[in-house]
């Protein structure tokens, strides 16, 4: 039996190793450049293997797509800026990806458990391998979607700031836009540098904000965009409403300023009654008592 086990896993290994081989192949056009500009073309990268795998995982099994809501993954991705370039088959594909690792781990802890005689309780982790592979790619895409608006979030501030100044300056508003697109380093500059391309191509400067407002959850650009909507709805001049918006993003960090500051007061008070004040009583009690054995007051 154990033998059987043990030829199972091998097995399993040896098909593992196979289909990932098999993913990884190149392409004709690529083995063709490699031979013609053998110094020009470097090897994939770790991610574009990731990638590379993940799409053709998501084409060996397209009915899988409906079931995890295409839609909602591909607004996750935009969000999230579409990190290493993934497309929703690509990411789709992760998660079969995932599933497969988890799998692989699963099925490597129960033959463990088997082997090792841990009476059953590895079988637990194996199915929770399968399920957290299967899942870990939608962790890390909302945890990168959350971390991307909270950039912009924080950017928007500084940025209304400086278009405020640029605009009271005489420059035009799409000057003025471009110039902190091109100077900015950040996801805020990625999603301006996109507005900017499409007002380029042609589409209308309203539909231009809506797609901005589609494409991101950031309160404070969302606060802006509206309020620039509402302005070029009503014929109102942009300058004083930038700079009107500048100064409420002002107060608006002033106040969640001073709200975490009151969330820190007590935590803060909390910490010096349960850390500092034993350690100054025991200091203090510790203290008294050298000097009662000092004074013969308490038997040694």
């Known amino acids: 039996m154990l033998e059987l086990w043990a030829c199972m896993g091998l097995l399993t290994v040896t098909l593992a190793a196979a289909a990932v081989w098999h993913w990884s192949v190149p392409s004709e056009t690529r083995l063709r450049l490699e031979r013609t500009y053998p110094m020009g073309i ?15 995982l998501a084409r060996e099994v397209p009915a899988f797509w409906s079931l995890l809501g295409r839609e909602r ?6 969000q999230a800026g579409h990190p290493y370039g993934l497309t ?8 079969i990806l995932g599933g497969l690792a988890g799998a692989a781990l699963g099925a490597f802890l129960y033959l463990m458990d088997i082997l090792l005689g841990f009476g059953g ?6 199915v929770l391998s399968v399920a957290g592979g299967f899942l870990a790619p939608t962790f890390w895409m909302n945890r990168l979607m ?43 500059g990625e999603e301006l540098r996109r507005f900017l391309q499409e007002l380029e191509m042609g589409v209308p400067r309203m539909e231009a904000y809506r797609g901005l407002v589609e494409r991101n959850s950031a309160p404070a650009l969302r606060i802006w965009v509206e309020a ?13 409403t930038v ?11 002033i106040q969640k ?14 910490l010096v009654a349960l850390i500092i004040g034993p350690a100054v009583m025991c200091m203090l009690a510790g203290g008294l008592i050298l000097q009662l054995l000092g004074q013969g007051l308490v038997p040694r």
Not at 243 to 253: F, K
């Open 228 to 240: 620039m909507m509402q302005a070029e709805r009503l014929g109102q001049p942009l300058t004083p």
């Open 257 to 270: 300023a001073r709200e975490w500051v009151g969330r820190v007061g007590p935590v803060a008070s909390m």
């Open 243 to 253: 700079t009107r918006i500048a100064a409420d993003m002002r107060a608006r960090r």
């Open 146 to 188: 959350e971390r991307r608006q909270k950039q912009i979030d924080l950017a928007v501030p500084d940025f209304l700031d400086t278009l405020a100044v640029l605009l009271e300056a005489g420059l035009a508003f799409e000057a003025a836009l471009r110039h902190l697109a091109d100077r900015l380093r950040n996801p805020l």
């Open 42 to 56: 470097s090897g994939p990268s770790f991610s574009e293997r990731i990638h590379r795998w993940s799409l053709r």
């Open 88 to 95: 929703v088959e690509a990411f789709y594909g992760m998660h």
């Open 73 to 78: 993954l591909a607004r996750t991705l935009t």
């Open 121 to 126: 309780c590895m079988l637990i982790f194996a």
